[in-house]
Each structure stands twice: as structure tokens, then as C-alpha cells.
């Protein structure tokens, strides 16, 4: 079992629609961020968050420390947010873990 | 085992001159990444080496940065001239994979060299 894992794997919605991504991980974490990579390009970071929730645009990331859960939320999506989204923790001082990343596809 | 390392820890530089970070990844580690954080911004990537060649440089920000891995050991990441928006975190890691893929995998992060430009 993977210790960050995260739902659905591939996505594809409808332009407008609203899209949940959720994150699980099993290991103890100091922060966890939320990265964007579009096709051949490279990461940008979108949240980091060790508690609470951030809204950043149409995006909003919320995490629970408790349930060791957090999701990424897009709203009112766009052809532009097609793109892959990875989950990633930090476990330890300097020790990242990925998630399996979502790859997320709007259609007009 | 001994970690990622960077040099200088902290660096203080005027704008207009040069800085030149070091990155030692893990021993035997492929990929390297470098990334930087802008004070008050999230974390961006700026390039990924496999060995010694840029698998992606996609997120350099202009032909100020220039990254290299003589080798295919450790990298440098040279800023020149430095400007006043360059002041932030630069962080690299590395991780043993061959290829770069979706996780789940691991990176190593160092402990940031702090830059600073007045």
C-alpha cells in the first residue's frame, strides 16, 4: 500500500463543472502540498497546508489532520486546468512523498 | 547516509553580481531537481537532471539562471546578474529513480541555500 495515495486516478469532466481531488496518506506529516504539472511541463506548486484550508482563485485545498485527508477542489473548471495533479507530503525533515498524481481532462 | 547538501547555507549578494549555488545529491541518485521558493509563494520547480543531461528546464525563470551537472554528480545553479525578485529559498533534491514518473516516489530535499539580494 502506497503511504500517499490519492482518488480518482484519471478524471474528465465537463467544462463548469465542479471537480474534487482527495489525497490519503498513512504517515505521520509536518505539510502537505498540492502540485500542478500540465503535458511536458514543469511542477507548480499550488498549496501548502498543514491545517485548515487555503482558496486560492477557483482552487481550494482543505486538509484534516486527524482522518489524514485532504482535498483539492476546483471550481467552475476550465479547458486550461487539464492538466496532472500530485499530492505531496512531507514526512520527516526533508523527506517528500508523491502521490500517484490525478490526471484531470476538461472538455468543452 | 549522508543526505542532500547544499553551499553556501546563506547567501548575501547585491544586485547585479553573481551567485553561484552548490547541490551534492544522495550518492547514486540520478534525477536532481532544483526548485526555489519566492519569499511569501509556494514552492516552484525550476529543472529536473537526469545524470548529467536537463530532462526538463521548463520552469527556469529567464537566461539569468543557468543550471549545470558536470558528470552527473552534483549541480550548480549559477544567477547572474542577480536581481532584487531572485531573494528566496532554492532547494534541491534528489531521488534514485532513472525516469521521472507520477509517484508514489521519493525526493531527498536539502536544507535550501538562502538567498538574498539587496
Known amino acids: 500500500k502506497n503511504e500517499v495515495e490519492q482518488s480518482p486516478q484519471n478524471l474528465t469532466a465537463q467544462e463548469g463543472e465542479f471537480i474534487t481531488i482527495n489525497c490519503s496518506y498513512s504517515?505521520?506529516?509536518?505539510?502537505l502540498h498540492w502540485l500542478q504539472q500540465h503535458p511536458g511541463g514543469g511542477i507548480v506548486s499550488l498549496f501548502m497546508l498543514s491545517s485548515g484550508k487555503k482558496k486560492h482563485g477557483r482552487l481550494i485545498a482543505t486538509i484534516n489532520i486527524q482522518e489524514k485527508h485532504s482535498s483539492l477542489h476546483i471550481t467552475a473548471s476550465q479547458l486550461s486546468d487539464s492538466a496532472s495533479y500530485i499530492c505531496v507530503v512531507r514526512s520527516g525533515t526533508y523527506k517528500y512523498i508523491f502521490g500517484t498524481g490525478t490526471r484531470l481532462k476538461v472538455l468543452a | 547516509e549522508a543526505g542532500v547538501t547544499q553551499f553556501p547555507s546563506h547567501s548575501v549578494i547585491e544586485k547585479g553580481q553573481t551567485v553561484t549555488l552548490r547541490c551534492d545529491p544522495i550518492s547514486g541518485h540520478d534525477n536532481l531537481y532544483w526548485y526555489r521558493r519566492v519569499m511569501g509563494k509556494e514552492i516552484k520547480f525550476l529543472l529536473h537532471?537526469?545524470?548529467?543531461?536537463?530532462?526538463?528546464e521548463s520552469g527556469m525563470p529567464n537566461n539569468r539562471f543557468l543550471a549545470e551537472r558536470t558528470g552527473g554528480t552534483y549541480s550548480t545553479l549559477k544567477v547572474q546578474p542577480a536581481e532584487l525578485e531572485d531573494s528566496g529559498v532554492y532547494f534541491c533534491?534528489?531521488?534514485?529513480?532513472?525516469?521521472?514518473?507520477?509517484?508514489?516516489?521519493?525526493?531527498?530535499f536539502g536544507p535550501g541555500t538562502r538567498l538574498t539580494v539587496t
Open positions: 504517515v505521520g506529516i509536518s505539510a
Open positions: 533534491a534528489s531521488s534514485p529513480q532513472v525516469e521521472f514518473q507520477l509517484g508514489p516516489h521519493e525526493q531527498y
Open positions: 537532471f537526469v545524470k548529467e543531461s536537463k530532462q526538463d
